[in-house]
């Protein structure tokens, strides 16, 4: 009878475990997501800030620190890459570059939560 509590019990913390880790990455990438949706529509009309991209950056790697236990770290290097070109075509003005990397950045933030949702086709 014990061995049935301890199990149950052991069953229930990774349970516990696993719905947390699905909530934190969820919710960080729609953050990272909308902060980068807010600075999208400037690029569009031609203005943008290269500083607010760098503190969306810096805040991104700030939350990187603990992503990094739940997701792959080729994953997140992806995100860093395309932050680094999109912060790039604001230096040099391309406002229209920088807008198309920051639509690839919301795809990218957007498409993400669900490669990791377990399912039969992530495990096959």
Not at 48 to 71: H, S
Request: glycine content about 2%; hydrophobic content about 45%.
């Amino acid at each position: 009878m014990k061995k049935w509590v301890v199990f149950f019990i052991i069953i229930l913390f990774l349970t516990f475990i696993g719905i947390n880790e699905q909530i934190i990455v969820r919710n960080t990438l729609i953050e990272v997501k909308n902060k980068i949706v807010t600075i999208q529509n400037d690029y569009k009309n031609n203005k943008g800030n290269e500083q607010e991209a760098l503190d969306i950056k810096n805040d991104w790697l700030d939350k990187r620190k603990y992503l990094e236990y739940f997701m792959m770290h080729t994953e997140l290097n992806v995100i860093n890459q395309r932050m680094d070109e999109m912060i790039a075509c604001l230096q040099t003005q391309d406002y229209d570059l920088a807008y198309t990397q920051a639509c690839v950045l919301v795809g990218i933030l957007e498409n993400m939560p669900e490669m990791l949702v377990p399912s039969f086709a992530n495990i096959f």
